[in-house]
């Protein structure tokens, strides 16, 4: 075997001077070259001793033009002289540089489409704020609407294009769907601005974002009236729950029934009806006033009870009682004036009882209910009163039929809040009825007498005969959802039977007035 420096002899004289300049070509500039030709000699020969090793490096297979000579003229049986390790340690690292450069151009690419498509998702919220400003999300198709979210979607497939999302295509994360939707949006972008947009002010003070000049005076105004709007909203629903509407509204229907069915035949007086009418609302409206004054420490006892205005302090109750006594007063004066001093006197009446009376008692005894059942039957006895200025059995009737229908009424609210009346200490009838059966059992003998009660309009010559068959099927009725809360007591079946009060009142007055004879 020829040793390592014979070689270069016969190669044309390149000796220790290439891997000098190999190396420095290879990147080791801070090398002299008489320093690296000494080492390149000297790791020849380390490399010849280790041939085999080397041969079987990819790199060694590619000679260069410089050694293919030199191991032509060599003789067959001796192997090829082995490159010198500082050749192999530079070119072999070089050459896998330039291999491996185009895999990071491609890594380089696909990060920058990454970004891209981030960026692009960042600016599509604020496109489609201008569409909708504009209304180009009206006008578009359904087609378009769909293209766009699938663009969306597939920005964000491309995005992350490690991922996958089942078998859903518009959500497959290749790149060419990434392009494609990327493509759509690009369109889309060009399309939303392909008008002139204006300067940032204007666009915000269209939008109301900036406040400034005559644009943000308007929206100021705007947004003052829309709070006053929502204050006078707010106090009249204060007013309206202090006032109890519900129940003043139930107050004028049954006042208006008396006085209806006590006008005599043949006579219509609409100014009279409408002078009773307001001035008993106004008298029921105080009195409704005046009895959540007097409770409004205890109504925030109760859950149900709580959001009262005057419970809750939304309104003043210096203010309140003096107002609630001022209506009483002028609705008690318009109906004496303009009416009779009968139908005031009963006015005043049902607010004395229910203000003074049966509001403490609340407190006081179980007795309360049927007592608070008095002021709630006078009404349509105010209407008869006013329309006949007398008083006579045919009222009578009509006030004991309401009577009598608010027991079970009553008793079935009772019923289901009797832990919330009990906490806030009033003692109503359901007070200490553990099982129901007391407060079940008051219902079904209060109905049970309903029934020839409210027949009595009938035998006295106020409804047709008609009335009594009406109101014994209505009356037999509400006696059986009594029959059924006495048989199981439960906040159901005092549920149904409270709903059952509610549609009896209004159906056997409407008979009374269809029915009416004289």
């Known amino acids: 075997m020829k040793s390592p420096t014979s070689t270069p002899a016969r190669g044309g004289g390149r000796g220790p001077s290439r891997p000098s300049a190999q190396s420095s070509a290879a990147g080791s500039p801070s090398a002299s070259p008489g320093a690296a030709s000494d080492d390149a000699s000297t790791l020849g020969t380390s490399a010849s001793a280790s041939s085999s090793s080397t041969e079987r490096t990819p790199e060694r297979s590619a000679a260069t033009p410089a050694q293919a000579p030199s191991q032509g003229d060599s003789s067959s049986s001796a192997p090829a002289p082995p490159a010198p390790a500082a050749q192999a340690n530079a070119g072999g690292p070089q050459r896998r540089e330039r291999g491996e450069r185009p895999d990071r151009d491609r890594t380089r690419d696909r990060e920058r489409e990454r970004d891209k498509d981030r960026d692009r998702n960042r600016e599509a919220p604020s496109a489609r704020d201008r569409d909708a400003q504009t209304g180009r999300d009206r006008d578009r198709s359904p087609r378009d609407q769909r293209g766009g979210g699938s663009g969306n979607a597939g920005g964000s497939a491309s995005a992350s294009p490690g991922t996958s999302h089942g078998g859903n295509p518009s959500r497959r994360t290749s790149d060419s769907g990434g392009g494609q939707s990327n493509a759509r949006r690009q369109d889309h972008h060009r399309t939303a601005d392909a008008s002139p947009r204006r300067p940032r002010s204007d666009r915000d003070r269209d939008r109301g974002g900036a406040h400034s000049g005559a644009g943000g005076t308007v929206a100021m105004a705007l947004s003052a009236d829309d709070d006053d709007a929502s204050e006078k909203m707010s106090f009249l629903g204060d007013v309206a729950e202090l006032t109890k509407a519900r129940l003043t509204l139930m107050v004028l229907l049954t006042t208006l029934v008396g006085f209806y069915l006590g006008m005599p035949e043949g006579t219509v007086s609409i100014i009279m009806l409408g002078h009773t009418l307001f001035g008993t609302g106004l008298v029921a409206a105080a009195a409704s006033a005046l009895n959540q004054y007097r409770e409004r420490e205890f109504d925030a006892q109760m859950p149900r009870t709580e959001d009262r205005p005057l419970a ?172 059924r809360f006495f048989s199981f007591p439960v906040n159901l079946r005092a549920r149904q039977l409270f709903l059952a009060s509610i549609f009896y009142l209004p159906l056997i007055l409407i008979a009374a007035v269809l029915t009416k004879t004289g």
């Not at 105010?382 to 007398?390: D, E, K, L």
Request: proline share 5%; aromatic share 12%.
């Open 312 to 483: 809750r302090g939304r309104l003043s109750a210096n203010d309140v009682a003096p107002a609630a006594i001022a209506a009483a007063l002028f609705g008690t004066l318009w109906l004496g004036i303009l009416v009779n001093w009968m139908a005031a006197a009963l006015a005043i009446l049902t607010l004395l009882i229910y203000v003074f009376v049966y509001t403490p008692l609340k407190r006081i005894t179980p007795l309360n209910t049927i007592i608070g059942a008095v002021p709630g039957a006078i009404p349509p006895v105010i209407g008869w009163a006013a329309a006949r200025n007398s008083l006579d059995l045919q009222a009578l009737a009509l006030f004991f039929i309401l009577v009598l229908w608010q027991m079970p009424h009553f008793l079935a609210i009772a019923w289901l809040y009797r832990d919330e009346y009990s906490g806030a200490g009033f003692k109503m009838s359901s007070l200490g009825d553990h099982s129901g059966g007391r407060t079940a059992g008051s219902a079904v003998f209060y109905s049970l007498l309903l029934i020839p009660v409210s027949m009595t309009p009938s035998f006295l010559g106020t409804c047709h005969i008609a009335f009594a068959f009406i109101a014994f099927a209505l009356s037999t009725g509400f006696a059986v959802m009594c029959v």
